[in-house]
């Protein structure tokens, strides 16, 4: 299935989802660099370990590893042809879950344009109508209000709080967890958020 390309068709469409790849290392370090602040209170982090010392290439390469296993999307999200974001779709599973969680950011130049909305409705559609998942969720910190915003205008379900649930910062943060099974958008999330976006 990996390399997947996903491009918003709609007349004056900006937003184009395709693999993160070695060539992006110094515009992606440029950009982490650019929004380190922007981005740190919601990154997640791992117990006991200090500053790794992963080079992109190696990030990009066990990334690409588990794309080709199916287990992981892992999304460069660029706006205007530009590298603007990432978009993750992780733990990718089958069986009687058919189930995947989805994580976001962009770089603050680019906010608050609709960029990532767009982008967790074209990966949440290829989820259900490709890969045949029943399942998306998104984990959030409760302080996190304009991620609280992506969900809301999507329409994801409110799911509830986990205590404690991922390490950020150097300590575990509880979440709210948002979910949309497949079901609930029978013509997908892109038809429900283009009516959003043109006020239909
Ligand atoms: C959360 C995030 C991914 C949203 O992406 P986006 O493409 O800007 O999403 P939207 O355009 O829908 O904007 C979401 C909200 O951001 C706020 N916003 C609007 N303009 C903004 C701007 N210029 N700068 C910052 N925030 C802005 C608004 O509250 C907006 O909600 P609204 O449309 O109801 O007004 C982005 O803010 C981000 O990357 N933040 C840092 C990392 C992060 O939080 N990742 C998610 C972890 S769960």
């Not at 900006?14 to 993160?20: A, C, F, H, M, N």
């Not at 509880?174 to 997908?188: M, S, W």
């Amino acid at each position: 299935m990996w390399p997947v390309v996903l491009r918003d068709a709609e007349p004056g469409g900006t937003v184009t989802l395709r693999p993160l790849r070695r060539s992006d290392a110094r515009e992606w370090m440029r950009l982490r660099a650019d929004n380190a602040a922007w981005l740190e209170p919601w990154e997640a982090t791992t117990p006991g370990a200090g500053r790794g010392t992963t080079t992109f290439a190696e990030y990009v390469r066990v990334l690409t590893r588990q794309a080709r296993a199916g287990t992981t999307l892992p999304f460069a999200v660029e706006h205007a042809g530009e590298l603007a974001g990432q978009l993750t779709v992780s733990s990718i599973t089958y069986g009687s879950l058919c189930s995947a969680s989805i994580g976001y950011w962009v770089s603050r130049h680019v906010a608050g344009r609709g960029v990532i909305p767009t982008a967790v409705a074209l990966a949440t559609d290829y989820c259900f109508q490709v890969l045949g998942l029943h399942r998306i969720e998104i984990n959030i910190r409760p302080e996190n209000e304009r991620s609280l915003r992506v969900v809301a205008k999507l329409g994801f379900r409110d799911e509830g709080t986990r205590a404690r649930y991922l390490h950020i910062q150097g300590a575990w943060r509880d979440h709210r967890t948002f979910a949309l099974t497949a079901d609930e958008v029978p013509d997908g999330l892109m038809g429900r958020w283009q009516r959003l976006r043109s006020g239909a």
